[in-house]
């Protein structure tokens, strides 16, 4: 098992910029590639980013790339998100997930391995 705990969000402006943290523990980190997603009120959720268990490749939607970047630190157990030029649209609950699977081109499955998530506000 591995537990995630997420932070970093806030309300900003748009425009504006923010880093997301998630914080993992438990004895098999390094063994899960790692997810974010989001989900805003009365939206399904929705995948943002990706990254393979060693950081070596990375996977964004298209209405992602440009703006979002997923990053991890294997001795500190943490995933990060940079979010840039942020939108009013980008306004959700973002969440980590510990993947069941990844492949380079994007496929991916989640597993049951949520953080609580970390609210980021947008403002017009």
């Known amino acids: 098992q591995v537990q995630l705990v997420e932070s970093g969000g806030g309300l900003v402006q748009a425009g504006e910029s923010l880093r997301l943290s998630c914080a993992a523990s438990?004895?098999?980190?390094?063994?899960?590639?790692m997810a974010w997603f989001r989900q805003a009120p009365g939206k399904e959720r929705e995948f943002v980013a990706a990254t393979d268990w060693n950081g070596g490749f990375t996977y964004y939607p298209d209405s992602m790339k440009g703006r979002f970047t997923i990053s991890r630190d294997n001795v500190k157990n943490t995933v990060y998100l940079q979010m840039n030029d942020l939108k009013p649209e980008d306004t959700a609950v973002y969440y980590c997930?510990?993947?069941?699977?990844?492949?380079?081109?994007?496929?991916?499955?989640?597993?049951?391995?949520w953080g609580q998530g970390t609210q980021v506000t947008v403002a017009s």
């Open positions: 997930n510990a993947l069941e699977s990844l492949n380079p081109r994007g496929t991916y499955k989640s597993s049951d391995y």
């Open positions: 438990g004895r098999t980190f390094n063994w899960y590639s």
